[in-house]
C-alpha cells in the first residue's frame, strides 16, 4: 500500500514575541515560513491557495481550499494533486452571526475529518476559525482537533482592524506552539509586521490581485488610485519602469506585480527585524499607520498581553528604542514593571533613598551627569555612603535600583529624553515608585533629586506613601552645579541629623543579590549570596560569586544577568523554578532538544538560565533557554536549551 502523503511544520530557532521562523512542508518540498500566500501562479510567488482542482497541470504542493458543501467522494475525485495540504470550508457570513453558527462550523469540520481521515492524512488538512467564537470553547475544541492528528489553523481578518482582527489573533493564541497559524482576508501591506509579530506563519496577500484589479498601486503604508492621464507618485520598480503601454490588461498586471513587490518587501523587512530583535519595535513604528492600527495594538497588549509577553526573550545586547506611548505596555517593559514589583527586595541597611533622573547613556552610572552624582554622594557621605539606596526614576520602566541598571532592558533602552512626560507615563512611573517605597522601612528618608517630569512623578507619588520627601532641585535642572551642590548640603545634613555611622558599600552583593531576585524570583538572591559568600571582579565587567572556595555563579555585566555553576543551580533547585525536566538520567552534548524533554516551568521565557533535572531529581545541568517553557512541552523538535555546565560521567 502506498504511504499516505502527510504535511509538516517546523518550528525554527529565535524569537521575537510570538513571531518565529519555520518551514512548512508538503510531501517533499519545504516552503520557509513566514511566507506569503494568494492565488496568483504567474509568478514566483512562493506558496498558492486555489479552489480545488483548478489546475491539475502545475508541478509544486500548495494549499487547496474546498467549498463549505463539499462531500467526501467529490473530494476524493477532484483532487488533482496528493501532496497540496486542504483548507477546510468555512463560510464567512455564517459565521458571524452568532456564537452557536461558530461552534456549528467547528463540528462540521470535525465530522469532515472523521469522514475523510482514511483517505487524506489529517496533517494535510488546515481547520477554519470562525471568526466569533467564545474562546474556551474553542480551546476545547482544539483539544479534539490536535487528537485528530490536526496541527493548522486559518483565521480570518476583515482589513478593518477592528474587533475581528482583535479577535482572531486572541483565538490564534489558543494553538498549540507547535501548530501552523495563517492568516487569511483582507490584508494590506502595513499588516504583514504585525501579524508575523503576533504569531502568522502564513499570510494572506491575495488583496495585491483585488487591489490591482481596481486600478490601486498598493505601498507600505499608503494606497493610490492609478487613473490614465492623471499624476502619479514615482515608482522604481522594474514592473512601474518597464509599463509604457495603457492597456487596461497590461495595467493590472503591472499593478499586480508592483503590488506583490510591496508584501514580499515588507515581509523581508519584518523577518530581518525579528533576527535583530527589533520586530516589535517595526510593530511599534507602523502603529503611525492610522489610528486603528494604533488602537489594534493597544487591544491586543491589553487582552493577549500573557501571550505575547511569553515568547518575548528576556535578554539581548541590543538598543531597545521606546518612542511613543506604544511602548509604555509592550511585553519587555511591562514585564520589567511586573518582575520590579513582584521579585524585588531592596538591599537591608539603607536609611536614605535617594531618587535621580535617567540619562541618555546607559548604564546610567556611565553617563556624565551619574559619575558627577556618584561624586557629590560620596564626598558627602564618605564612609556612611552605603546607606543611601540609590534609584533612576525613568519612563517607561518607571524606577530603576541602581543595582539593576545593567539588566535587560534597563541597560538597553533608548527614549528620548525631554524630561516631559505624558500622564499616562507620569501615572506609570508613580506607580512603580509607590511599590518600590512601600518595601522601605517607613522610617527612611527619601530625598528627590529631580526635577520637571520626574519631580511630576514624585509629586503624584508623595500623598501615597508613608516616607517622608526632601526636595533639593525645586527650580534647576538636576545636574546643575547649584543643585548638586544643594544635594551635596542635604545628604552632609542629613548623615548629621541621622547620626549615620560607617557603613561600607556593598555593591558588589547588592548587584548580584537583585540580579538573582528578577532572575530566578524573590529568595533567590539569599540563596545564592549568603552572609559567608566571598564576592570578587568589577561590576561594570564581572562579579563572581564563591560560598567556602566553590563558586555559584557569575554576574556577566555585558548581559546584566546571571549565569550559575552546577553548585550554584543546587542551591536554587529548592525554590522549584526554571527547572528543565528531562527523560533521561544525563545529559549528552551541547543541547537539549524539544523531544527529550518530559515537561518543563511554564515561567521560562528565551534568554533564560535554567536548572536541568533528570528522572530523578538531580541537578544535572544548566543552560540557556532557547525557547519558553510551553515551547519546550509543545514542541516535539528544535534546540531548547543550550548548556553551560553539566554533570559528567
Ligand atoms: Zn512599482
Known amino acids: 500500500m502506498e504511504m ?23 510531501n517533499d518540498v519545504a516552503f520557509e ?39 467526501l467522494d467529490e473530494l476524493v475525485k477532484a483532487e488533482p494533486n496528493d501532496s497540496d495540504s486542504i483548507l ?5 457570513s455564517f459565521s458571524s452571526l452568532s456564537a452557536d453558527a461558530g461552534t456549528l462550523l467547528l463540528r462540521h469540520q470535525i465530522e469532515f475529518i472523521n469522514s475523510v481521515k482514511d483517505t487524506i492524512d489529517p496533517s494535510r488538512l488546515i481547520i477554519r476559525v470562525p471568526e466569533n467564537i467564545d474562546f474556551e470553547v474553542f480551546e476545547s475544541y482544539l483539544h ?28 490564534r493564541s489558543a494553538l498549540p506552539a507547535s501548530w501552523l497559524s495563517t492568516a487569511l482576508g483582507k490584508i494590506t501591506p502595513s499588516m504583514v509586521p504585525f501579524l508575523f509579530y503576533t504569531g502568522f506563519d502564513i499570510i494572506d496577500c491575495g488583496y495585491s490581485i483585488e487591489a490591482a484589479v481596481t486600478g490601486t498601486r498598493l505601498w507600505r503604508n499608503d494606497s493610490e488610485r492609478i487613473e490614465q492621464g492623471a499624476f502619479h507618485r514615482f515608482c522604481s520598480c522594474i514592473h512601474c519602469v518597464s509599463f509604457s503601454d495603457d492597456s487596461n490588461s497590461k495595467l493590472i498586471e503591472t499593478l499586480q506585480n508592483h503590488n506583490l513587490d510591496v508584501y514580499n518587501e515588507i515581509l523581508s523587512e519584518s523577518i530581518h527585524a525579528m533576527k535583530n530583535g527589533r520586530l516589535r519595535w517595526l510593530v511599534e513604528s507602523m502603529t503611525h499607520v492610522s489610528p486603528n492600527h494604533a488602537s489594534l495594538l493597544r487591544q491586543v497588549d491589553k487582552q493577549s498581553y500573557s501571550f505575547l509577553e511569553e515568547f518575548t526573550p528576556t535578554t539581548g545586547t541590543d538598543v531597545v528604542p521606546l518612542i511613543g506611548p506604544e511602548s509604555y505596555n509592550s511585553p519587555v517593559v511591562r514585564r520589567y514593571r511586573e518582575y520590579l514589583e513582584a521579585r524585588y527586595t531592596p538591599p537591608s541597611g539603607k536609611r536614605i533613598v535617594l531618587l535621580l533622573p535617567c540619562s541618555a547613556k546607559k548604564p546610567y552610572s556611565d553617563s556624565k551627569s551619574h559619575r558627577r552624582f556618584l561624586e557629590t554622594i560620596e564626598s558627602a557621605l564618605g564612609r556612611t555612603v552605603g546607606s543611601v539606596a540609590q534609584v ?38 508613580a506607580e512603580a515608585l509607590i511599590h518600590y517605597l512601600d518595601k522601605i522601612d517607613s522610617e527612611s528618608t527619601v530625598v528627590a533629586h529631580v526635577s520637571g517630569g520626574y519631580l511630576g512623578i514624585v509629586k503624584s507619588a508623595e500623598s501615597k506613601v508613608s516616607q517622608s520627601i526632601i526636595y533639593t532641585t525645586p527650580e534647576t535642572s538636576a545636574t546643575s552645579w547649584e543643585s548638586r551642590q544643594a544635594l551635596h548640603e542635604t545628604l552632609v545634613d542629613l548623615k548629621n541629623v541621622l547620626q549615620l555611622k560607617d557603613t561600607p558599600p556593598r555593591q558588589l552583593e547588592e548587584i548580584v543579590r537583585a540580579t538573582a531576585d528578577f532572575q530566578f524570583g524573590s529568595g533567590a538572591g539569599d540563596m545564592l549570596v549568603p552572609e559567608n559568600a566571598k564576592l570578587g571582579g568589577k561590576p561594570y565587567r564581572q562579579i563572581v560569586c564563591r560560598i567556602e572556595k566553590e563558586q555559584v555563579c557569575s554576574f556577566i555585566a555585558s548581559s546584566g544577568s546571571i549565569s550559575l555553576t552546577l553548585n550554584g543551580a543546587k542551591l536554587l533547585a529548592p525554590l522549584n523554578r526554571y527547572w528543565v525536566r528531562l527523560d533521561a538520567p544525563q545529559v549528552k552534548g551541547g543541547s537539549i532538544f524539544a523531544v527529550g524533554i518530559k515537561k518543563a516551568d511554564s515561567e521560562i521565557r528565551p534568554g533564560d538560565e535554567v536548572i536541568i533535572l533528570n ?23 528544535g534546540r531548547a536549551v543550550s548548556i553551560r555546565h553539566k554533570m559528567e560521567g
Open 392 to 429: 533612576i526614576l525613568t519612563s517607561p520602566l518607571g524606577v530603576v535600583p541602581r543595582e539593576l541598571e545593567r539588566i535587560f532592558p534597563a541597560a538597553n533602552y533608548d527614549i528620548p529624553v525631554t524630561g516631559d512626560w505624558d500622564a499616562e507615563e507620569t501615572e506609570l512611573g
Open 615 to 637: 528522572n530523578e531529581e538531580q541537578v544535572i545541568a544548566v543552560g540557556k533557554s532557547e525557547m519558553s517553557g510551553r515551547e519546550m512541552c509543545e514542541l516535539p523538535r
Open 33 to 71: 515560513t513566514p511566507i506569503l500566500i494568494s492565488p496568483e501562479i504567474s509568478r514566483a510567488n512562493p506558496l498558492h491557495y486555489m479552489t480545488l482542482g483548478r489546475d491539475p497541470t502545475r508541478q509544486r504542493p500548495m494549499i487547496s481550499t474546498i467549498p463549505f458543501t463539499m462531500k
Open 144 to 171: 479534539d482537533f490536535h487528537s485528530m492528528g490536526i496541527r493548522a489553523a486559518a483565521f480570518t481578518f476583515d482589513g478593518l482592524l477592528g474587533s475581528v482582527d482583535t479577535e482572531s489573533i486572541h483565538l
Open 88 to 92: 477546510l470550508p468555512s463560510m464567512i
Open 4 to 26: 499516505k502523503k502527510m504535511a509538516e511544520f517546523r518550528v525554527g530557532r529565535g524569537h521575537d514575541g510570538p513571531a518565529r521562523v519555520g518551514e512548512y512542508i508538503m
